[in-house]
């Protein structure tokens, strides 16, 4: 929102006042028509790399590092608070809040969240593969989801997880775990948009969605 705004001095800023260990997850055009959009170049993994000795390694002898590990290993440093992912937006413009407020839900957690052992997971696409298979992905707040698990999706249905996946450069890859901070793929033909898996009280949002802020009320005097 700030006309003439230099965002490698943002940036810079930043690290001086706060920390070095940023990670910027937008390229940001500030045209006529500004807009935001994510940062897919490889030096943005930098700093999730060199903070990790085993990444590290195999990034010295040239072994690939595929997508999944690094956004696990970055998802455990933000959680820890020893990554901070940089995005931007304009309120004014609406421009990027959707992505903000979608980082918010499922990447920044509490110790609290963390460290329960209950499981809740949100229901957040539904699409269907080129095969007609009915692909449902579920993004986990807490506890641990294991293959063979039998979940609530209500107070009287169940699903059991025959099959999960998650996705890794595009293909479906199968996993018999998933923790906190995870997205996984389940091919299931019961869950919906929006379900929720296990305890609904421990969606991050939900606090903010059944006690939302009160509207601001302000008078205009004639002077």
């Known amino acids: 929102d700030q006309n003439g705004i230099n965002l490698p001095d943002v940036y810079q800023d930043i690290k001086d006042k706060l920390s070095d260990d940023i990670i910027i997850k937008q390229t940001v055009n500030l045209n006529l028509k500004p807009y935001v959009i994510d940062y897919t170049e490889p030096e943005q993994w930098e ?3 060199v903070g990790n000795d085993y990444l590290l390694e195999k990034y ?3 072994k690939t590092l595929n997508i999944a590990e690094l956004e696990k290993e970055e998802n455990e440093r933000i959680q820890s608070c020893s990554l901070y992912p940089v995005y931007h937006g304009s309120a004014k413009n609406n421009i990027g809040i959707k992505q903000l407020i979608e980082v918010i839900t499922s990447k920044l957690f509490s110790p609290t969240q963390l460290n329960s052992d209950k499981l809740c997971g949100n229901v957040f696409k539904v699409e269907y593969s080129d095969d007609g298979q009915r692909l449902v992905y579920v993004r986990l707040y807490s506890g641990t989801l294991h293959l063979r698990d039998s ?3 209500s107070e009287k249905e169940k699903i ?4 999960m996946y998650t996705s890794i450069n595009g293909e479906l890859r199968q996993i018999d775990k998933a923790e906190p901070g995870e997205i996984i793929i389940l091919k299931n033909e019961l869950l919906k948009l929006n379900n929720v898996l296990g305890d609904k009280k421990r969606l991050p ?3 903010i969605l059944e006690n939302p802020l009160p509207m601001l009320q302000t008078t205009i005097e004639p002077c």
């Open 47 to 49: 700093t999730v790399i």
């Open 60 to 62: 010295t002898i040239g």
């Open 205 to 207: 949002h939900r606090e």
């Open 151 to 153: 979940v609530n999706i």
């Open 160 to 163: 059991k997880v025959t099959e």
